[in-house]
T-cell receptor, first 112, second 109 residues
Framework: KAGVTQTPRYLIKTRGQQVTLSCSPI?????VSWYQQTPGQGLQFLFE???????NKGNFPGRFSGRQFSNSRSEMNVSTLELGDSALYLC???????????FGPGTRLTVT | QKEVEQNSGPLSVPEGAIASLNCTYS??????FFWYRQYSGKSPELIMS????GDKEDGRFTAQLNKASQYVSLLIRDSQPSDSATYLC?????????FGTGTSLTVIP
């Protein structure tokens, strides 16, 4: 089976701009979770989608949003980018909520 | 108090030795436990899952879970330089994953 794919792999944006990241889960997986990873904070949970519904949400501001499509592909959007949003954004797919998660390669976002 | 605590290390072991990585969690209701390995510049890779008390072995890896002590560990036998990475402990509580900040392991040839 193909693994989790994420696009783009690298992104440079300017403060105030918005960005959309994409994630395609493993075939047959219906759960997609998003994480932010920074050296200081480690892996921080953003949100989880299952069958197009947001199941869980982490403690991030409303500038961070996401959605999932009927084919289980997911996107996350960050509006009004801040310097502190520079991070590695990871998505993980799973066959069901709270079950084994498999990570994509991540999108490295740099905000200048 | 953090949900999941790990000693950040670094932990150094000689090649061929046993590496022992530890993790504690705060919620007694946590139901699933995972170990991920993350090489520098790469994404986390699932290496072990454990759901009930006791030991679970997979090749050179053994995960140990003690729910009474709220403790989960990972043993790596016959450590190899290729095992040098950061190991992340993950705990599922209330259907949500919580990750520790990871323990950096270096295996010295």
């Amino acid at each position: 089976k193909a693994g989790v794919t994420q696009t783009p792999r690298y992104l440079i944006k300017t403060r105030g701009q918005q960005v959309t990241l994409s994630c395609s889960p493993i075939s047959g997986h219906r759960s997609v979770s998003w994480y932010q990873q920074t050296p200081g904070q480690g892996l921080q949970f953003l949100f989880e989608y299952f069958s197009e519904t947001q199941r869980n949400k982490g403690n991030f501001p409303g500038r961070f949003s996401g959605r999932q499509f009927s084919n289980s592909r997911s996107e996350m959007n960050v509006s009004t980018l801040e310097l502190g949003d520079s991070a590695l954004y990871l998505c993980a797919s799973s066959s069901m909520t709270a079950y084994e998660q498999y990570f994509g390669p991540g999108t490295r976002l740099t905000v200048t | 108090q953090k949900e999941v605590e790990q000693n950040s290390g670094p932990l150094s072991v000689p090649e061929g030795a046993i590496a022992s990585l530890n993790c504690t969690y705060s919620d007694r209701g946590s139901q699933s436990f995972f170990w991920y390995r993350q090489y520098s510049g790469k994404s986390p890779e699932l290496i072990m899952s454990i759901y009930s008390n006791g030991d679970k072995e997979d090749g050179r890896f053994t995960a140990q879970l003690n729910k009474a002590s709220q403790y989960v560990s990972l043993l790596i036998r016959d450590s190899q330089p290729s095992d040098s990475a950061t190991y992340l402990c993950a705990v599922v509580t209330g259907n949500q994953f919580y990750f520790g900040t990871g323990t950096s392991l270096t295996v010295i040839p």
